[in-house]
């Protein structure tokens, strides 16, 4: 009769630990990225990527209280206790969803990496990062093992920034606030090596938005390594900042000198020519960082397969207009 193995605690203890191992993924935007069409698409594919192990929490859940006291508020509370009562949260929901099968978790919220609204305040891109991804972190118990960004050109992300916040109800910046824009230190070169260090062991993988922006296939893929990621709603582009026209009516609506605003009809480019071509220089200085290397920090991914994207979906795909989960909208705390 031949014995019977028994296996011996450790060794169950193991397969137990490999069996429920999930990988949590941050897609940390940036603001005015085409994050707002991922989240679209990866909300509405949910159920498809499903059996292929792969879940996805959006503003949605996140700005609903799941990430509340991360980054502490003034109240009764400590910040230390907000943060314990965050972690208790989060943990509770990820083992909720390594039991469902879940293998690799992703989490997209911009606003983890702070507001729009902050940036533009600042004149600077993302102040305080680091410090607030040091407490996502440890809010995750070390459990991050990869984060996406998407960056983009200054000159477009400035603009795009400028003309949703107008939008939303702030004033129509001066020239004064252009310049400060424009002649600031802090670029994305700056943002990543900060993710960097509040994110150690985590590896970084920066998307540029001119390439991925019309992709969130792609960049799904290039995030999770599945092969053949799901195709339907993935050019559907939302949350797109007011063109001039609508500019002018919101600013004339609200009492404002719609006349701050220039003439034409299109997309609302604040920034000279002088302006514009520093910005893009200081792009370039980015990119050329990112392709030597990055000092180590980060992986810049400029490869997305036969399919090419450009700033906009071509013309007779279906596109849908939206202001769902918008920087102002609602608040991550």
């Known amino acids: 009769m031949q014995a019977m193995t028994v296996p011996s605690p450790r060794f169950a203890a193991i397969r137990r630990k490999v069996r429920v191992t999930m990988d949590v993924i941050l897609h940390l935007g940036a603001h005015r990225t085409a994050s707002t069409s991922f989240q679209h698409y990866m909300r509405e594919n949910a159920a498809k990527l499903m059996p292929e192990g792969i879940g996805f929490w959006g503003p949605l859940r996140t700005r609903d209280g799941l990430l509340s006291g991360i980054i502490p508020v003034p109240g009764r509370r400590t910040a230390a206790d907000q943060l314990g009562r965050a972690k208790g949260r989060i943990a509770l929901h990820l083992k909720t969803a390594r039991d469902k099968g879940i293998r690799q978790l992703i989490v997209s919220d911009e606003n983890m990496i702070g507001a729009a609204r902050k940036n533009l305040r600042d004149s600077c891109l993302y102040a305080g990062v680091g410090e607030r991804m040091a407490r996502y972190n440890d809010a995750f118990a070390g459990k991050i093992v990869r984060v996406a960004l998407s960056i983009r050109s200054q000159d477009g992300f400035w603009a795009s920034s400028a003309a949703f916040?107008?939008?939303?109800?702030?004033?129509?910046?001066?020239?004064?606030?252009?310049?400060?824009?424009?002649t600031t230190n802090r670029h994305w070169r700056e943002v990543v090596a900060d993710l960097y260090c509040a994110l150690p062991g985590a590896e970084i993988q920066v998307m540029p938005y001119e390439i991925y922006g019309g992709l969130p296939e792609r960049k799904l893929a290039q995030m999770t390594g599945l092969a053949n990621p799901p195709r339907k709603h993935a050019r559907e582009w939302l949350n797109r900042a007011p063109d001039l026209t609508r500019l002018r009516q919101i600013v004339t609506d609200r009492g404002g000198d719609a006349g701050r605003l220039p003439e034409g009809t299109g997309r609302w480019h604040p920034f000279d020519r002088h302006q514009t071509i520093a910005l893009r220089e200081a792009y370039a200085d980015d990119l050329f960082w990112l392709r030597a290397g990055a000092d180590g920090c980060a992986t810049l991914i400029e490869e997305t397969g036969p399919e090419k994207a450009g700033q906009n979906p071509s013309t007779g795909q279906n596109t849908t207009r939206g202001q769902p989960n918008g920087i102002e909208e609602r608040r991550l705390a």
Not at 168 to 180: E, F, I, N
Request: no cysteine.
């Open 165 to 182: 916040a107008v939008g939303r109800g702030h004033v129509v910046p001066r020239k004064d606030d252009l310049d400060r824009l424009v």
